[in-house]
């Protein structure tokens, strides 16, 4: 089973990349921002306390992610592999997810971390906004807190996966087709 992480700051384009590698190595996408927004519009409780923290730009509690996660998981049991959209985010989530995929006799096969400068995802973020109408990625004070959360909560767990040697680094500038192109031939070195 082919099990991947992919990983960078908001706005890196991570959700974008991460449609096209699962339809390209048949994998399922899971991500998390879809599946609190889906628990939030169903008005579900965990999902009304992730929004809580959403509305600060705050990441949503480890122990709150990991039971929505874990239910999608479970709801697709036949797929090949799954692809990790903003998830893990820290270090205790990776561990959990570690300890998860054990209980089904598989695990992560690779980590792809987008790298890209905070300027140029603060510009990305606010574009993205102003396109899909969503209001927190148009508030530049939400989108800076939100960046500044991944750089001190979540960048460092890109080193729990390089001490596995499991995590591929990829300069996330250029067109789409061109990193999609570098996403490619990093999982092709462990499929």
Request: aromatic share 6%; net charge neutral; proline share 4%.
């Amino acid at each position: 089973m082919l099990n991947l992480v992919i990983f960078g700051p908001p706005g890196s384009g991570k959700g974008t990349q991460a449609v096209k590698i699962a339809e390209k190595f048949n994998l399922f996408h899971l991500s998390t921002g879809d599946i609190f927004r889906a628990n939030i519009k169903g008005g579900t409780e965990l999902g009304n306390l992730a929004q809580t923290f959403m509305d600060k730009g705050d990441l949503v509690p480890d122990e709150v992610t990991i039971k929505m996660l874990q239910a999608e998981v479970e709801k697709h049991p036949e797929v090949k592999g799954f692809i990790f959209d903003g998830f893990p985010r820290t270090i205790p989530q990776a561990d959990s997810l570690d300890k998860f995929l054990a209980t089904r006799k598989t695990n992560i096969s690779n980590m792809l971390s987008l790298e890209v400068e905070d300027e140029e995802l603060l510009k990305r973020i606010i574009l993205r906004g102003k396109n899909s109408g969503r209001a927190d990625d148009q508030n530049e004070e939400i989108v800076r807190n939100r960046i500044k959360e991944y750089n001190t909560k979540t960048a460092p767990l890109k080193n729990y996966y390089l001490q596995q040697g499991k995590c591929k680094i990829i300069l996330g500038l250029g067109g789409i087709e061109e990193i999609f192109g570098k996403l490619c031939a990093a999982i092709e070195t462990v499929v």
